[in-house]
């Protein structure tokens, strides 16, 4: 069974940077994808990930974090981090990572139980 576990969490002021890890663990896939979700306070989990990476490093991100987010994967480790820079208000959030065998689509059958982000004013 998969296990994804999240770190790295936590608050900042807005302008900050925070960088999130996922750890994988339980699967024997030759090629899995990752990825990040972020749920803001109040809304449900957004329905596509904010960042997400192919087994081969090829990254996708909304275009509200482009340029301040950066995804990066460790094969050998199975980890997956998320560099966030120049955070702001709109970041905050529970931030869950997930995973499915092969490449990206739009179902993730692995899920972490997410970190928390708070960006302050």
């Known amino acids: 069974q998969v296990q994804l576990v999240e770190s790295g969490g936590g608050s900042v002021q807005a302008g900050g940077s925070l960088t999130l890890t996922c750890a994988a663990s339980g699967f024997r896939y030759s090629r899995w994808c990752m990825a990040w979700f972020r749920q803001s306070p109040g809304k449900e989990r957004e329905g596509v990930p904010i960042?997400?990476?192919?087994?081969?490093?090829?990254?996708t991100y909304v275009d509200s974090v482009k340029g301040r987010f950066s995804i990066s994967r460790d094969n050998a480790k199975k980890t997956m981090s998320l560099q966030m820079n120049s955070l702001n208000l709109d970041d905050r959030g529970t931030y869950y990572c997930?995973?499915?065998?092969?490449?990206?689509?739009?179902?993730?059958?692995?899920w972490g139980q997410g970190t928390q982000v708070t960006v302050s004013s």
């Open positions: 960042a997400s990476i192919e087994h081969d490093g090829t990254s």
């Open positions: 997930a995973l499915e065998g092969g490449d990206c689509g739009p179902a993730f059958g692995a």
